[in-house]
């Protein structure tokens, strides 16, 4: 009876009867001895985050500026607006979630790579929202500060499972940092095709294959936290979905890329010129530790476990979606990084323990270099028009 409520409240169809079945799910509590750390796993930590550093600095050389270490180039910046549902059950009712309420928001569409590339080598894509006005103890190194970063990708599930197969990949990608363009290109349109010509160009390892993506809209994905969080007394991943129909109609959507080194970017501005963009922010629980495993962030937790259940709702209106000013303050004043945020929404298990250092490090590079101040805004009113 108690998951039918959450299923009404959250508008879930209920006449599916693949949801039916579970109707006491046991939703795993949060502990601290639910993170298991690897005895190895902090000088894995230490060296992802000097070999991370490291890309930006080659990177920076080439460009005379320095970029994030990873998902450098952007495509979308926006102001938005969280809308927090109102009465919300128990389990949902955590952390930023707690009551219903509105917050402001500021996104960033980005693509993987370090370095700023044509938009025809087409590569996975992340989205970092970043909610101000948010009140409540925060994480340690967040503390006075009143924002929580929600930072996703278009994937359910992370590539690499731990720290040590992300290491693994990420020396390939230091080796490959300064191939030319169009070896990048090749690799990534044979990602997109064949396995076979991959291995015909003689690259090493799935790092590279991970520059293949379909050329498609980036507006018409669905985003993931792939790792999981602390739910205030429970444990979930999280996910933002396209809601208006504007949006679903450009799932799978091919754009042009061939038209310009921006095509991503251009398709983004050109919507908000006059479209509204509506996304549900959606929540799915952990309901067993060993399917939907908190240390391993390559399992996908399964859905007819635990469906994702919509706690939010996410409204960007029409506006100038790359404004000059805009990209100055977003790309180079702020950083989204999952360890911004409430102690209630602690990054959870290795990969995300692994994330702390390396994006500390990343941004100290950059804003070092750049001649630029971190800083977190208190109010949306930072985020110029
Ligand atoms: C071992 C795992 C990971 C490491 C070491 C890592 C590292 C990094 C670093 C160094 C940055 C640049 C930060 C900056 O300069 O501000 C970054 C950005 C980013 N990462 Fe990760 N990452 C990891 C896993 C993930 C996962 C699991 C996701 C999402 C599900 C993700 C999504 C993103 C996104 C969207 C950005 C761009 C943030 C922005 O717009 O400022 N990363 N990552």
Redesign the pocket.
Known sequence: MFFLKILQITGFPLTNSKWLHMSDPRYCHYSETIEVPKPEEEQQFAE?ASR?KNISSLMSDRARHAA????AKSHGLLRAELTVLDGLPEPLAQGIFQHGGIYPAIM?F?TVPGDILPDSISTPR???IKVIGVEGPMLKDHQGEVTQDL???NGKA?P?PD?AA?LEGIRTLEKHVNDSEAFKQIVSTAARTAETVLEAVGTESAALKGFGHPQTNILGETF????PLRYGNYMAKLCLEPASQNLKDLKDKTIDTGSGHSALRDAVVEFFKTGEAVWDLKVQLCVDPETMPIED?SVPWPEELSPYLTVGRLVAPPQDAYSAARRLYVDEI????PWHGLEAHRPLGN?MR??KQ??AA??QF?HETNGRQISEPRSIEELPA
Do not use: D, E
């Open positions: 992802i991370m994030r270490s990873v998902h960033r980005s992340g989205l970092g930072v996703m990708v992370f690499s720290s992300f993931f936290t792939a790792a962030a702020l950083s989204f990084n990969i692994a994330r390396a994006y990343s941004s950059r």
